[in-house]
C-alpha cells in the first residue's frame, strides 16, 4: 500500500434518512414497522447499496500526521428506526485508484457517531428533518 497516513471513510443518511446509492424501498415496505425482537430489532428491512455513482454524504479522507481529520457535512436523519449517527471505518493502509476512490487495506475500526438527544430535539423541530417520516418511530415521545 502506497500511503503512510491512516484513511476515515465516513457515510451517512440524509435529513429525511435516506442513503445515497440506496434505492427507496418496495412500496409494499412503506409503512413497514420496526422489527421486534431476534438480531433485527428496531429495524427495517435491509435493501442494498445498488446505486454506486450516488455519492452524496460519503467521503474518505487521510488523517494528518497527528492521526486527525475533519470533515464538514450536514446533520443526519433518523433511518431504519434507528438513533442519528455517521458511520464511519478506519484504514491504515490504503491506495488511491485511478478512478478517485480508494482500495482499503487491513480495516482496524467499524463504528458510529452518536449525538447528544438535546441535539435531536433542536435539529427535529427544524427544515427538512420535520418531513422524515422515520422521525416518529426513532422519537415517539417528542
Known amino acids: 500500500m ?10 451517512q443518511a440524509n435529513a429525511t434518512g435516506h442513503y445515497a446509492g440506496h434505492p427507496l424501498p418496495h412500496p409494499h415496505l412503506a409503512d413497514e414497522k420496526p422489527q421486534v425482537g431476534g438480531k ?3 429495524l427495517l428491512s435491509v435493501y442494498p447499496r445498488t446505486k454506486h455513482e ?18 464538514t457535512s450536514i446533520f443526519p436523519g433518523y433511518n431504519t428506526g434507528r438513533a442519528t449517527y455517521i458511520h464511519t471505518k478506519g484504514f491504515p493502509e490504503w491506495t488511491v485508484l485511478p478512478s ?3 482500495d482499503a487495506g487491513h480495516l482496524s475500526h467499524v463504528g ?10 433542536v435539529v427535529d423541530k427544524m427544515h427538512p428533518y420535520t418531513t422524515n417520516p422515520l422521525k416518529e418511530r426513532c422519537r415517539p415521545h417528542q
Open 2 to 11: 502506497e500511503n503512510v497516513l491512516p484513511l476515515v471513510d465516513i457515510w
Open 40 to 42: 433485527r430489532s428496531g
Open 54 to 71: 450516488e455519492t452524496r454524504l460519503r467521503s474518505a479522507w487521510p488523517t494528518n500526521a497527528n492521526g486527525v481529520v475533519q470533515f
Open 100 to 102: 478517485g476512490t480508494f
Open 112 to 121: 458510529q457517531f452518536f449525538f447528544d438527544d438535546e441535539v435531536n430535539s
